[in-house]
Nanobody
Framework: QLQLVESGGGLVQPGESLRLSCAAS????????IGWFRQAPGKEREGVSC????????RYANSVKGRFTISMDSARRTIYLQMNNLKPEDTAVYYC?????????????????????WGQGTQVIVSS
């Protein structure tokens, strides 16, 4: 079984930055896709970004492109989401998740229904 733990959320002002971390432990997978999702109150879960463990391909939602960067430290088994120039509309609970059946995201991120493993989420609030 794979466990995921997010951290790094908090309260920031518009224009500031945060770096979220997703630490994996437990089962070791041959290849997989890791996704970051977010869910704001009263809204559906939204895919933010994803990365492939095998070829390093990355994808971003249009709403965060140019502001967010996803990266992976395989040795530490940790995935990061660097979030710059945060906006109030970025306020949400952010989750990381793993899809163990995908070896590339060049054609796009898997839908959230394809991810088998989820973290508990970390809250991000962007407010002045």
């Amino acid at each position: 079984q794979l466990q995921l733990v997010e951290s790094g959320g908090g309260l920031v002002q518009p224009g500031e930055s945060l770096r979220l971390s997703c630490a994996a432990s437990g089962a070791t997978l041959s290849w997989y896709a890791i996704g970051w999702f977010r869910q704001a109150p009263g809204k559906e879960r939204e895919g933010v970004s994803c990365i492939s463990s095998s070829d390093g391909s990355r994808r971003y939602a249009n709403s965060v492109k140019g502001r967010f960067t996803i990266s992976m430290d395989s040795a530490r088994r940790t995935i990061y989401l660097q979030m710059n120039n945060l906006k109030p509309e970025d306020t949400a609970v952010y989750y990381c998740a793993v899809d163990p059946r995908v070896n590339s995201v060049q054609r796009g991120c898997p839908p959230h229904t394809e991810y088998d493993y989820w973290g508990q989420g970390t809250q991000v609030i962007v407010s002045s």
